[in-house]
Nanobody, 130 residues
Framework: QAHLMESGGGSVQAGGSLRLSCSASGYTDSSKCMGWFRQAPGNKREGVATIYTGGGKTYYADSVKGRFTISEDNAKDTVYLQMNNLKPEDAGVYYC???????????????????????WGQGTQVTVSS
């Protein structure tokens, strides 16, 4: 059974850093569209960063460009989200999501649209204090 598991959340002060990990297991597809989404209380789930693991193309929401970096380790089937210079508005539950059997055109078109990702992890909490 394929599933995703996030880790690395925690509490930091504004300006601090965290690295989230998303471990994918049970997948036979080496090329996947992998996204990080976040949701704060009362807010909609929003896309943060996405990577197409088949070629490494990355996509970032404007709110995190220059601060967050998404990367992959294909050998471990793991995707990371390095978050630097965190702000209080970055707080929320961060989810890893996957879309499989898709190409990079799909990944580019739907990078931040949650309904186009079929698999989801349980989420990891990120708290940023001012």
């Amino acid at each position: 059974q394929a599933h995703l598991m996030e880790s690395g959340g925690g509490s930091v002060q504004a300006g601090g850093s965290l690295r989230l990990s998303c471990s994918a297991s049970g997948y036979t597809d080496s090329s996947k569209c992998m996204g990080w989404f976040r949701q704060a209380p009362g807010n909609k789930r929003e896309g943060v960063a996405t990577i197409y693991t088949g070629g490494g193309k990355t996509y970032y929401a404007d709110s995190v460009k220059g601060r967050f970096t998404i990367s992959e380790d294909n050998a471990k089937d793991t995707v990371y989200l390095q978050m630097n210079n965190l702000k209080p508005e970055d707080a929320g539950v961060y989810y890893c999501a996957a879309a499989i059997r898709v190409d990079d055109v799909y990944c580019s078109a739907y990078a931040f649209r949650a309904k186009y990702f079929g698999d989801w992890g349980q989420g990891t909490q990120v708290t940023v204090s001012s």
